[in-house]
């Protein structure tokens, strides 16, 4: 069982900057997969990065390239989020998952654990 912790959101004007964290309990960390997504009110869960195992591979949304960088720490068990420029339409409820396998995928339903969430605000 894997147990993942958010944190490091909140308000920031447009063009701002913020860096989101997750904190695994797994002790084989270094085995899954991470991910980030994002969920805005009355829309669906989507896609935000990922990040190979040993971090060596990273693949971003379209809508984030260039702004966001996600990174992994395996000694420390975390993972993160910088995003910098964020704009309006960043604004939603930050997940962190985790897969339990090597293989990458941006699909949430192939993703077996999920932290509670952080509350990211971007104001105009």
């Known amino acids: 069982q894997v147990q993942l912790v958010e944190s490091g959101g909140g308000l920031v004007q447009a063009g701002g900057s913020l860096r989101l964290s997750c904190a695994s309990s797994?002790?084989?960390?270094?085995?899954?997969?991470m991910g980030w997504f994002r969920q805005a009110p009355g829309k669906e869960r989507e896609f935000v990065a990922r990040?190979?195992?040993?971090?060596?591979?990273?693949y971003y949304a379209d809508s984030v390239k260039g702004r966001f960088t996600i990174s992994r720490d395996n000694a420390k068990n975390t993972v993160a989020l910088q995003m910098n420029s964020l704009k309006p339409e960043d604004t939603a409820t930050y997940y962190c998952a985790a897969r339990r396998t090597l293989v990458t995928s941006v699909i949430p339903q192939s993703y077996d654990y999920w932290g509670q969430g952080t509350q990211v605000t971007v104001s105009s």
């Open positions: 990040i190979s195992w040993g971090g060596g591979s990273t």
């Open positions: 797994g002790r084989t960390f270094s085995n899954y997969v």
